[in-house]
T-cell receptor, first 112, second 112 residues
Framework: DTAVSQTPKYLVTQMGNDKSIKCEQN?????MYWYKQDSKKFLKIMFS???????INETVPNRFSPKSPDKAHLNLHINSLELGDSAVYFC???????????FGPGTRLTVL | AQSVTQLDSQVPVFEEAPVELRCNYS??????LFWYVQYPNQGLQLLLK??????LVKGINGFEAEFNKSQTSFHLRKPSVHISDTAEYFC??????????FGAGTTVTVRA
């Protein structure tokens, strides 16, 4: 299937741990994004990469570091997890000739 | 500041009744507008979008929206809802910063 996929779907971890969420799109899109959806369902952009280059970096703690090994992948690494990091994280992608974003299924992160 | 506001946080509606979800935007520059739907425990799915041209936009699942520049609105409508339309609906806009900004969401609950 062609899609934006994320792994894992659920992630439960302890405070202070380091974890990664992976995103892959096989749509041939050039731009990828990470969004955070908080407990009130509010969605906010965190990062955006275009062809492996960082183009949007919102006010996000340095503990969050995106990594794009190639234009089909955008991973999110989080160091020293805190309770407030609990949220659903969505990956999205956009083709070069469009501004429409296509979202992955989300990763629900729970920090205990 | 450029933003998107959803005027209703919750909309209860009976099956087969019409529904309208209100969205207003604040921008003095051009804007691209979107409606996304999030079914329970799922990712975001694009319902429809307005980029330019005809102000009446038809989307998937029988939804439509009308771009009204004078009212700075982009309300979503469906003439007859089904139980399966129960979901969270997000209005979003892209302004001159090319970032997708979301409204707070509207929870639609369809009752038999």
């Amino acid at each position: 299937d062609t899609a934006v996929s994320q792994t894992p779907k659920y992630l439960v971890t302890q405070m202070g741990n380091d974890k990664s969420i992976k995103c892959e799109q096989n749509l041939g899109h050039d731009t990828m994004y990470w969004y955070k959806q908080d407990s009130k369902k509010f969605l906010k952009i965190m990062f955006s990469y275009n062809n492996k280059e960082l183009i949007i970096n919102e006010t996000v703690p340095n503990r969050f570091s995106p990594k794009s090994p190639d234009k089909a992948h955008l991973n999110l690494h989080i160091n020293s997890l805190e309770l407030g990091d609990s949220a659903v994280y969505f990956c999205a992608s956009t083709p070069t000739d469009s501004i429409t974003q296509y979202f992955g299924p989300g990763t629900r992160l729970t920090v205990l | 500041a450029q933003s998107v506001t959803q005027l209703d946080s919750q909309v209860p509606v009976f099956e087969e009744a019409p529904v309208e979800l209100r969205c207003n935007y604040s921008s003095s520059v051009s804007v691209y507008l979107f409606w996304y739907v999030q079914y329970p425990n799922q990712g975001l799915q694009l319902l429809l979008k307005y980029l330019s041209g005809s102000t009446l936009v038809k989307g998937i699942n029988g939804f439509e929206a009308e771009f009204n520049k004078s009212q700075t609105s982009f309300h979503l409508r469906k003439p007859s809802v089904h139980i399966s339309d129960t979901a969270e609906y997000f209005c979003a806009g892209i302004f001159n910063d090319y970032k997708l900004s979301f409204g707070a969401g509207t929870t639609v609950t369809v009752r038999a």
